[in-house]
């Protein structure tokens, strides 16, 4: 079981003093980087609007760990050069058992994956913080959470959250983000975006190149395709299989149907026309793509009419 403890940190900034608090945000981080047995950190900036109470949680491994970086000459140099920004010198924190709880449910959130070339996950994590930085000056941000791999080698994780899609749209679209994404080259090898905001989580893909997924309307037509002769194709022989329960047992009888469509739809048809379609959810040179794609999906949904017409009178 996992023994990892949280650090939560409040802290009120002067007014007038929010970027001197993003540059020391940013060393921060960067001295954590080093400490083992560090996991991650999460900033959330202020929850009322014009408030200036900004949360830091920091993960340890164990609270030997935690500790030792409260201890630290790092630690004790850098809450020494934070004083004069933070209202009457106050660091408060709190110490707590588990990873962080609440990831600020009722946000949108945008998870991203980096594999960072060797030797230069020191200038990922100077970057990161200095991308942070900038992402908080954005309307409704609320907060990052930054982990690195647990295994040499593996995949950084970024989680973004903001209050609403439109807000998480305009920062990945903002020409700061796209400046430093440039900078980033020199030490990213790949990225993928998972958006956790979309009509259809975990049924549609991401397009790296923008952050984006498919139009809704895309995503439904798919879901469609698959779903209708799965649904009607229970209706056909799930009765017969559960027996007497089907009849005694509506409400059981409809659970059972319906984990069984989507469990059918997750795993077998959503990848599959995902991959067979990704042509037409991304077009990317073609402009006929899109009129192409509805042109042949309602072929098929005729085609699906047809035969279970047949097979199910």
């Not at 990892?4 to 900034?13: D, E, G, P, R, S």
């Not at 630690?75 to 709190?94: D, H, T, V």
């Not at 807000?167 to 020199?186: D, F, H, I, T």
Request: hydrophobic fraction near 45%; charged fraction near 20%.
């Amino acid at each position: 079981m996992s023994t990892n403890v949280v650090l939560v940190a409040t802290v009120k900034v002067r007014p007038g003093s929010e970027s001197q608090f993003s540059a020391w945000k940013a060393r921060h981080d960067q001295a954590l980087g080093k400490v083992p047995g560090f996991v991650g950190s999460d900033l959330i900036p202020p929850t009322q609007p014009g408030g200036n109470e900004w949360t830091i949680l920091l993960n340890f491994r164990s609270r030997e760990n935690l500790v030792a970086w409260q201890n630290s000459p790092e630690r004790a140099q850098l809450l020494a050069e934070a004083g004069p920004l933070f209202e009457g010198g106050s660091y408060k924190e709190i110490e707590k058992a588990g990873v962080p709880a609440d990831q600020a449910q009722g946000s949108v959130t945008e998870v991203i994956f980096s594999k960072i070339a060797p030797g230069r996950e020191d200038d990922y994590r100077a970057w990161s913080a200095r991308m942070e930085a900038e992402q908080a000056k954005y309307p409704g941000y609320r907060g990052m959470f930054l982990q690195p791999p647990d295994e040499v080698g593996g995949m950084w994780t970024s989680i973004i959250r903001f209050d609403t899609a439109a807000q998480l749209e305009k920062w990945m679209n903002a020409p700061e983000r796209a400046a430093m994404l440039k900078e980033s080259k020199a030490f990213i090898e790949h990225e993928q975006l998972t958006h956790l905001a979309t009509s259809f989580p975990g049924w549609v893909p991401i397009d790296p190149a923008t952050g984006k997924g498919p139009p809704d309307w895309k995503a439904a037509m798919l879901v469609l395709l698959g779903l209708f002769p799965i649904v009607m194709l229970e209706m056909k022989f799930l009765g017969y299989l559960l027996g007497p329960l089907g009849v005694e047992n509506r409400s059981l009888a409809t659970f059972i149907g319906n984990f069984i469509s989507v469990a059918l739809t997750s795993f077998i048809t959503m990848p599959l026309f995902v991959r067979w379609f990704g042509w037409w959810l991304f077009p990317k040179n073609d402009p006929t793509a899109t009129v192409k794609g509805v042109a042949i999906l309602c072929v098929l949904f005729v085609l699906e009419v047809i035969v279970l017409w047949k097979l199910i009178p």
